[in-house]
């Protein structure tokens, strides 16, 4: 078989299924075989199917290798999680079009809709009326998945969609203000002894990388509602992005005064997050008057606290483990902090760099080297 030829037919089919809300389809490797009397040679793949992260259903696709545009559609095997399933129902291969790249994710989107259904039916017969209540709810978000999940004894419903949040009204200039993109993860602990909910436990996946790493979520009592639930945590990311806003911008401001302080010296800086800056200072040593020395300074604002200085020498040395080098490193305390002017702030670090430069030139000069000094980059 000619592979190149197998993926050019394909790969347009397979591809919008594996873009198809990320993380939901994937397709094992392409192989060849014989089946049946006749020893019809099949072009196969195996589509697994993960519904609120966890391992729904997979089916075999089998592609005849005599229709190189595979236009008569592919044979579906059910292989696990499709139990009920009749493949004359999946109206996507009785209108199969090979001109329609889409024509396979159809099918897909319509074995989806019948596991969903199947899913939908088994948390309704739980008895438990504020899952079903909730599920009803959230139908006019993105992606909606649910789920009934029975282990060790324990009952659980995952429902899991998409939804975005705008940035509330302010200065644009601080922060990029696209809509924010979110994931959200319900599961829902059902009761051993009787058809309520004992727990919810929610989740939050967001695209921006500070709501990711420091929002906190709102509580969701087991007696309230998914709807009221993402009202509060709508309120709570508003806030939040007030508060990033307010943060970027302070960041902002302290690193461009910096930079502004130091033109000749910066080397790098991060002019969209504002989260760090670089430069390189050059000054004679104490003990060596006839050369002059360099040093990195690296600079952090990741956070409201205050900011990270480091000083690196260009020359590697000798570190605690034998034949390994690395540059001699010192990191100084900063007493700035984002709140305080920024006038205030470059006067500090000025004093610092006047103070703690020649300091640390002499102790880098006098750190043993146990092969000729190594330049750490070109200077």
Not at 84 to 97: F, H, M, Q
Not at 122 to 128: F, K, L, N, W
Not at 237 to 253: D, F, T, Y
Not at 278 to 298: H, N, P, Q, W
Request: net charge negative; charged share 20%.
């Amino acid at each position: 078989m000619n592979s190149k030829r197998i993926a050019s037919t394909l790969l347009p089919l397979l591809l919008p299924v594996q873009r198809k809300s990320e993380g939901r389809h994937t397709t094992s490797n392409l192989r060849s075989l014989s089946l049946g009397p006749d020893q019809t040679q099949c072009h196969v793949f195996c589509i697994q199917t993960r519904l609120c992260g966890r391992a729904a259903f997979e089916c075999d696709v089998l592609f005849d290798a005599s229709d190189s545009g595979a236009g008569a559609g592919p044979d579906i095997i059910p292989l696990g999680g499709l139990v009920g399933l009749k493949l004359k129902d999946v109206s996507p291969l009785a209108t199969w079009d090979s001109k329609d790249d889409l024509a396979l994710l159809k099918v897909m989107d319509c074995l989806t809709a019948f596991y969903l259904n199947r899913e939908l039916l088994r948390i309704q017969a739980t008895g438990v009326e504020s899952v079903v209540f909730d599920v009803s709810t959230l139908d006019h978000y993105q992606n909606l998945e649910y789920v009934l999940v029975e282990e060790s004894g324990e009952n659980e419903v995952h429902i899991r969609f998409d939804t975005q949040y705008q940035h509330p009204p302010g200065d644009s200039a601080d922060m990029s203000l696209d809509p924010i993109a979110a994931t959200v993860h319900l599961t829902y602990t059902l009761s051993p002894v009787s058809p309520v909910v004992s727990k919810i436990t929610p989740r939050v996946d967001f695209s921006h990388p500070t709501l990711s790493t420091s929002f906190t979520l709102p509580p969701f009592p087991s007696t309230t509602v998914a709807i009221d639930f993402l009202s509060d945590l709508e309120i709570a990311v508003k806030q939040h992005l007030v508060s990033a806003r307010e943060l970027v911008g302070k960041k902002k401001r302290l690193c461009e005064a910096v930079v502004a302080a130091f033109p000749t010296q910066v080397l790098e800086w991060d002019d969209t997050g504002f989260s760090k800056a670089s430069f390189y200072f050059e000054e004679r040593s104490a003990t060596s008057k006839k050369e002059a020395r360099g040093v990195v300074v690296l600079f952090e604002f990741y956070d409201a606290k205050s900011p990270r200085m480091a000083f690196v020498s260009p020359i590697l040395s000798r570190s605690g483990r034998e034949d390994e080098y690395m540059p001699f490193t010192k990191v100084v305390p900063v007493s700035i902090t984002l709140n305080a002017s920024v006038d205030e702030n470059v006067k500090e670090l000025r004093a610092i760099l006047k103070a703690q430069i020649p300091a640390f030139i002499t102790a880098a000069g006098n750190v043993p080297t146990a092969v000729p000094p190594k330049s750490f980059f070109s200077l």
